[in-house]
């Protein structure tokens, strides 16, 4: 547009409208740009990349695969395993790949190595700890002495004082019981 048009009674107006349509331009642009990637057509590669993202943890969520997750960076791994697979990568080297990034965490199923054998070994050792505790605690309450049998003068002694009166408590008055 030449400057001429933006002169004259209307000026204001084409200018707003000239603003308007550039910044509806840009978000068109940017919204273009953040757009997911077209989904594979080949449903050979769609299966590969859902088996593979299966066995991948999500880096931000709670116990979910990839494939599960619909977290932002879900996403942007499953479309890393999706673009590694066809350009002809195996499930290996993709999982190479992202243990090389991330680290054994990124796995489902980590391998059972130096690293990680806390991971692997933690339950069980724990269940041990718990069936120990529980062991000794059911031998302490089952070998816990047993109270004295009473002595005959000691038995003497209980009944008579069992077979006395109570002494005789004073009344009390209302005011002075104390309000639950």
């Known amino acids: 547009m030449s400057d001429t048009q ?4 209307n000026a204001g ?7 308007v349509a550039m910044g509806l331009l840009l978000v068109a642009a940017s919204a273009q740009v953040q757009a997911p990637a077209t989904p594979a057509t080949d449903p050979v590669l769609d299966a590969r990349v859902k088996a593979l993202a299966s ?4 880096l931000v969520c709670q116990n979910q695969t990839v ?3 619909t977290a932002p960076v879900a996403r942007d791994m499953r479309e890393q395993v999706r673009m590694q697979l066809a350009a002809g990568k195996s499930e290996a080297e993709v999982k190479q790949y992202m243990t090389d990034r991330f680290g054994d965490f990124v796995l489902y199923k980590p391998p059972v ?5 806390a991971l692997w070994a933690g339950p069980f050792v724990a269940m041990i700890f718990a069936g120990v505790l529980l062991i000794r ?3 302490r309450s089952s070998t816990s002495p047993q109270p004295a049998a009473l002595s005959d003068a000691d038995r003497e002694r209980a009944l008579t004082l069992l077979d006395q009166p109570m002494p005789a408590t004073p009344a009390r008055d209302p005011k002075d ?3 639950v």
């Open 67 to 69: 494939e599960d997750s």
């Open 113 to 117: 190595k130096a690293t990680t054998i």
């Open 177 to 179: 019981t104390p309000a």
């Open 6 to 9: 933006f002169r004259g009674p």
């Open 55 to 58: 066995e991948l943890r999500c």
């Open 13 to 19: 107006w084409r200018r707003c409208f000239a603003a």
């Open 137 to 139: 605690r059911v031998r």
